[in-house]
């Protein structure tokens, strides 16, 4: 079975092997800088959201602290932060 990670793993990989190919190495600097850009502030918004949104489906009419069991051990702290999006 293909995991998001999966999925991720080979689209940096193509993302990668595409700069790779740039001959000018200014240009292949400057899109390997724009790939570290995007993943850094772009994605993770995403990716918290949909953590969010798992964790809110969780919560239903659960504590924090079961919440956090059921995800191996997070603190209810930890899960009130992901809850806020931090």
Not at 9 to 22: F, G, R, Y
Not at 48 to 60: I, S
Request: net charge positive.
């Amino acid at each position: 079975m293909t995991t998001p990670r999966d999925i991720v793993a080979s689209a940096i990989d193509q993302a990668v092997n595409a700069i790779n190919t740039i001959p000018d190495p200014i240009a292949r600097e400057k899109a390997a800088r724009d790939l570290l850009d995007d993943l850094k502030l772009i994605h993770p918004t995403t990716i918290k959201a949909a953590r969010r949104r798992a964790v809110e489906e969780l919560k239903g009419g659960r504590t924090l602290q079961e919440v956090g069991n059921l995800l191996g051990g997070l603190t209810r702290a930890r899960v009130e932060q992901i809850l806020k999006d931090k």
